[in-house]
């Protein structure tokens, strides 16, 4: 079965420092990867995905993602973090066969002027 | 393309009562899925159908949940007999055939009193 594991529960930085939120998944075949964003009492809007090929995607918002096969990881950057950035993000795995995503527990970002 | 649209936004009632949540999909998305989100989690996988076909259920439906989607196009959730732990925001999400990106709506929260 699949799972997602987003270790940091809370992560604090300073704006216009860098940022990196981790993502590691589980699952026995090639995964298909995503990062959404959820702004408090809103839904969740696409940053980037991982099908194949490049191993680094770029996303919406100045946002980029690196897929390791090695360490089953799927990690989330950004150089310079906005104040507009604090959110609450997650990490999502979705199997080649089944339709449903597996979302990770969400890594809430707070960003200080 | 006006993205996912879910009805009503925010929902509260007594237990004991039935609620009916509507989502209506990106046009022409074929797929269409519901989760569940409760406080500092991430969505949960409830049911997927593909056009009026209902063909995932996860076993977190239990027998007082019911979704259709009669025409193909928007959707139903409907709980019956809500109970307090039913309270949590239900998140409505399409894809189009061929595409494993899920788009999301706003979600419709529910508190039960």
């Known amino acids: 079965a699949q799972s997602v594991t987003q270790p940091d529960i809370h992560i604090t930085v300073s704006e216009g420092a860098s940022l990196e939120l981790r993502c590691n998944y589980s699952?026995?075949?090639?995964?298909?990867l995503f990062w959404y964003v959820q702004s408090p009492g809103q839904g969740l809007q696409l940053l980037l995905k991982y099908f194949s090929g490049d191993t680094l995607v770029q996303g919406i918002k100045g946002f980029e993602a690196e897929f390791k096969r090695s360490q089953s990881s799927f990690n989330l950057r950004k150089p310079s973090v906005h104040w507009s950035d604090a959110a609450e993000y997650f990490c999502a795995v979705g199997a080649n066969y089944g339709q449903n995503f597996v979302f990770g527990p969400g890594t809430r970002l707070s960003v200080l002027p | 393309d006006t993205g996912v649209s879910q009805n009503p936004r925010h929902k509260i009632t007594k237990r004991g009562q039935n609620v009916t949540f509507r989502c209506d999909p990106i046009s022409e998305h074929n797929r269409l899925y519901w989760y569940r989100q409760t406080l500092g989690q991430g969505p949960e996988f409830l049911t997927y159908f593909q056009n009026e076909a209902q063909l995932e259920k996860s076993r977190l439906l239990s027998d007082r949940f019911s979704a259709e989607r009669p025409k193909g196009s928007f959707s139903t959730l409907e709980i019956q007999r809500t109970e307090q732990g039913d309270s949590a925001m239900y998140l409505c999400?399409?894809?189009?055939?061929?595409?494993?990106?899920?788009?999301f709506g706003p979600g419709t929260r529910l508190l039960v009193l």
């Open positions: 699952y026995g075949a090639t995964p298909y």
């Open positions: 999400a399409s894809s189009s055939m061929g595409n494993r990106t899920q788009y």
